[in-house]
């Protein structure tokens, strides 16, 4: 809760003292400071002679005279040598600052300052020497250090028009310097001019292109940059070739272009849509991502999505419908191109997924949608049939062949009527067809692995199509032919057809022996695991339901053993160990796999190693065996009486397994914890977006839920990166996805320091998912524990308290100070307490015709403490901001003096130290008021705490008692006892 503060201490009135430049400071007057050479160390007599000293005065003699004669480089040489023969410190100064003066008139800088900060180490105060120094740094253009030296010098001589005249002249030039160099379009140049040059190192190019990324993130640098020919300057950067160079460029662009439709347009044009299309397909996966960027930036900009308005500029843009569309058309043509790498077609996908369905399904135009299909289907379709282990296929990444499946589920959603998606299933099924070829057994596993694709991606299309006469029997065949990768594409179509539990019990009818035989027969072990992929999914067709097993007593046990060993090995490729979490995600729906996989901390960190690997399409594989080791899933409330009813009339209830009962649940959790799955889950919320979909997000979201039911387990996940995980989950995602990572951030906030939770700017992120937790249709533990978090960030700054208010959480939360529910209501109260440091606030308890300060002194005279003790606190601190309220206090109920009273004689320490202070700023704010406050009983009450013996325990209460007795006799309301 927020501390509470009653007592004011008088100003403290402070002396400044002004400097000699006329500013205030509160430093004291400083000394002036004087050459004292009796500070120096004596020379040392004991190793100089005299023949010695003689020689270096006589050469140091012969050297003046040569510079009085003008001759310098003979000056140079008797000073050289008189300095290799002294030994005198002193003497050695002078002739250090003598030789100055001759570099300084031969023009040879850098010497003429060494010289000099050679006598200026022997004698700080060498007028001389100093203004020579200055000189010289002049000379070389450092002016910053030539001004500090000739400040010094004026320090020293204040009269000597020469040194003021020099000061004045070199802060001018400096301003001037300043002024020029950070002037935007000098900026700009530099950086060019850096990043161009052979000579600068690489430390310096890399500094230039950072500064000039961050120039175009603000609108007046962006501007300078494109108006100063910025455009073809970063076009030859990219044309350098060199990686660091086009990240650079193609990061500055995107800068240029975020939100400003007239310079996107423009950079489209002038770059040109096919030049950025050639740059993301290569073969680099920070610069294909940075040019995604680039062109989601300029799509977001021409296309409206960056809702930012710049007046008259946006009138020169013509329509961008055409700019659009070509834009489309390139991305299609990369998702079939063999010129484009993995990383390249990757991003091209996800840009179409991310731009062409509908954000919002009552938006009936999907034209975009309906444009795609027409003329890139085919070419998705193409991508998803690829075998990498056959030549002459299209460059893939591990999870290529993944997001070409979501972008066409996401594609097919969006189609709004039959017609359409007929359309649909029918340029697939011609597809397949095209495909099926007797005499080509390629051309059949490509058909086979692009109906693999579609299952994985809008399955009721690929459910049809398994249907169609001859597939099945196509997978059958490939199933027996003697080529690996045949038996690899029809195996895994086998696992992609068998998704629904409606059609598992066809599968097992008629793919089980086919599978037993693979599994049994072959030697190959990427065959072999997936052989048993495919019967770990028939396995679990009846989910969680402990009456429908479809294997015998013990064979799910032995098929998760063996998937436990296959992910423990390091000796298998990260595709075949998939597999292994693939299995292990249908069965760990059963309750007695679940317990065995936790109690094997091998194969979980096994699991959570291969999630933090770059094959991200295994996160959903791991997400669902989370989500089953931790019973996060929704689970169907079992009624008693219908269970009866269901028995009377035969029909099938389904039954809980006995591990699935809570102490089960928790020690399963307990497990996943030790070993380390927060960091896991961490790591696969920063996954890409597409492979990311909003249904694994919703299982991530469940399982951090699940993991943070323990307030004991909330520390581990806090240290282990959680609080920053949960904030996109809470954001994106789907409705139960996003309440739920909520609740796990309320969780967190509700017990965690805030400040260590969500370090930095992040905190303030964190009050929007808390405040959407406070609608009436969350649960009453949802309000609970979001009001709780509130209240932990009201109490560290005022910032955040704004924060919450901006949010429009007020309401909701007055709103709950009315609620039955008494921890609700506590939670709110506690919340409001630390909110009324709010002017805000204040306001609202200041506007007449509410009765929100009449609920706060009624919830004051609650017999629950600790709904007492926030009221009163929030009481005792809104009367101390506003003294106005300290007399509505009297207005508001005719109970207000029984609740102060009440208040000032409780036995809870803390309940009455707010009651008395309240007191104290009633008796503070009017003389009336306090008038009647001391002729009741409370000067009685008043009297007695005051007169109590100093006690640690009750010492607040005690001296705000003794500050109102004192209030009182100040007014003149009461009068001390005399002797």
């Known amino acids: 809760m927020h501390p509470l503060s009653w007592y004011v201490p008088p100003n403290v009135q402070e002396i400044y003292i002004s400097d000699s430049w006329g500013a205030v400071t509160t430093d004291k007057p400083k000394r002036r400071e004087t050459a004292r050479r009796t500070d120096f160390p004596e020379p040392e007599s004991t190793s100089v002679t005299m023949g010695e000293i003689a020689d270096s005065v006589q050469l140091k003699d012969e050297g003046n005279k040569h510079f009085q004669a003008g001759e310098i480089d003979k000056a140079i040489e008797c000073y050289t040598k008189a300095i290799k023969s002294c030994k005198d410190k002193k003497a050695l100064a002078v002739i250090y600052r003598n030789r100055s003066a001759c570099f300084l008139k031969k023009e040879n800088y850098n010497n003429a300052v060494s010289d000099a900060s050679k006598a200026i180490d022997v004698d700080a105060a060498d007028i001389k020497a100093l203004y020579r120094r200055c000189q010289a740094l002049e000379k070389l253009g450092k002016l910053d250090m030539a001004f500090k030296d000739v400040q010094r010098c004026a320090t020293l001589e204040p009269k000597n028009k020469t040194f003021l005249e020099t000061l004045r002249r070199l802060g001018a030039e400096i301003q001037q310097k300043l002024k020029t160099t950070f002037s935007t379009d000098s900026r700009v140049q530099n950086m060019f001019d850096i990043l161009f040059s052979d000579e600068s190192d690489k430390e310096k190019q890399e500094k230039a292109a950072n500064n000039l990324i961050v120039l175009a993130r603000e609108d007046a640098g962006a501007e300078r940059i494109f108006q100063n020919n910025g455009v073809p300057l970063l076009m030859q950067l990219i044309d350098t070739g060199k990686p660091e160079m086009i990240l650079a460029a193609i990061r500055t662009l995107s800068g240029m272009c975020t939100g400003h439709r007239a310079r996107a347009t423009a950079i489209i044009h002038v770059v040109g849509i096919s030049k950025l299309c050639s740059i993301m397909a290569v073969d680099n996966e920070e610069i294909a991502l940075a040019t995604a960027n680039l062109f989601q930036c300029v799509y977001d900009s021409l296309s409206g999505g960056d809702k930012r308005n710049y007046g008259k500029e946006e009138a020169l843009v013509l329509d961008s419908s055409k700019d659009l569309k070509d834009i489309l058309l390139a991305l299609l043509e990369m998702i079939a191109s063999k010129k484009v790498s993995g990383h390249g077609r990757d991003q091209a996908l996800n840009l179409l997924t991310k731009n062409v369905p509908r954000k919002d399904k009552k938006n009936t135009d999907n034209s975009k949608g309906l444009f795609t299909i027409d003329h890139g289907l085919k070419k998705i379709l193409k991508v998803c049939g690829q075998v990498p282990d056959l030549p002459d296929q299209l460059q893939l990444t591990e999870n290529t062949q993944l997001i070409a499946s979501i972008l066409l589920n996401k594609l097919y959603d969006d189609m709004r009527c039959d017609p359409e998606r007929d359309n649909f299933r029918d340029i697939c099924d011609e597809y397949i067809k095209s495909k099926f070829d007797p005499n080509d057994m390629d051309k059949n596993i490509h058909a086979i692995n692009t109906l693999s694709g579609i299952l994985q991606g809008p399955f009721d299309v690929g459910n049809a199509l398994a249907g169609r006469q001859g597939v099945m029997e196509m997978m059958v065949a490939l199933c027996g032919s003697e080529r690996e990768v045949d038996q690899l594409v029809a195996v895994e179509a086998l696992i992609h057809a068998s998704t629904k539990t409606s059609k598992a019990s066809f599968f097992i009818s008629n793919g089980v022996t086919l599978l037993k035989d693979m599994y049994k027969k072959t030697k190959n072990e990427k065959i072999k695991i997936r052989a048993l992929v495919g019967l770990c999914k028939l396995g679990s067709a009846g989910g969680d339901d402990y009456s429908m097993r479809q294997f015998a007593e013990g064979s799910t046990e032995k098929l998760a053993k063996q998937c436990r060993k296959w992910l423990c090995n390091p000796t298998l490729d990260v595709r075949t160990r998939k597999w292994a979490v693939e299995g292990l995600a249908y069965l760990t729906n059963d309750a007695d796999v679940k317990d065995d996989f936790v109690e094997d901390e091998a194969a979980m960190r096994a699991m959570f190693e291969l999630a933090k690997s770059k094959d991200k399409t295994i996160l959903y594989a791991v997400a669902c065996t989370l989500i089953n080791c931790t019973n996060s899933y929704d689970k169907k409330e079992i009624i008693p009486e219908m269970v009866q009813l269901a028995k009377f009339s035969k029909q099938h209830v389904p039954e809980q397994h006995p591990k699935d009962k809570k102490d089960f649940i928790e020690r399963r959790v307990k497990r996943l914890l030790k070993a380390g799955v927060t960091s896991a889950l961490a790591v696969m919320v920063k996954a890409d977006n597409s492979i990311l979909t909003d249904q694994t997000k919703e299982m991530l979201a469940r399982v951090f839920l699940a993991l943070s039911e323990d307030i004991k387990d909330r520390g581990t996940i806090v240290a282990q990166g959680g609080g920053k995980a949960l904030l996109p989950l809470a954001l994106e995602g789907t409705d139960k996805g996003k309440i739920k ?77 009315f609620e039955d529910h008494d921890q609700i209501r506590q939670a709110a109260t506690e919340c409001m307490c630390n909110l009324v440091c709010c002017k805000e606030v204040q306001d609202r308890y200041l506007e007449d015709g509410n009765d929100k300060l009449k609920l706060l002194v009624l919830l004051c005279g609650e017999d629950d403490e600790l709904l007492q003790r926030a009221a009163a606190g929030a009481l005792a601190m809104l009367t101390a901001a506003q003294k106005k309220l300290a007399v509505k206090i009297t207005k508001v109920t005719t109970q207000w003096l029984e609740i102060m009273q009440r208040l000032c004689i409780h036995d809870n320490p803390e309940i009455q130290h707010r009651g008395l202070v309240t007191v104290f700023n009633m008796l503070d704010a009017d003389e009336q008021l306090a008038k009647k406050l001391i002729e009741c009983e409370l000067l009685e009450i008043l009297t007695y705490v005051a007169k109590l013996e100093d006690n640690p325990r009750k010492q607040d209460a005690i001296n705000a008692a003794r500050a109102c007795l004192s209030r009182a006799l100040d007014s003149g309301l009461i009068k001390p006892f005399s002797n």
Request: net charge negative; aromatic share 6%.
């Open 741 to 817: 990572a909520c609740h796990a951030l309320a969780k967190i906030a509700a017990v965690s320091n805030p400040e260590m939770a969500f370090p930095g700017e992040r905190i303030y992120e964190v009050v929007r998912p808390l405040v959407s937790l406070l609608n009436t249709e969350r649960d009453g533990l949802e309000n609970y524990e979001a009001l709780l978090g509130l209240t932990n960030l009201a109490a560290l700054n005022d910032k955040l308290r704004v924060k919450i208010l901006k949010e429009k959480a007020l309401p909701e939360i007055e709103n709950y100070m």
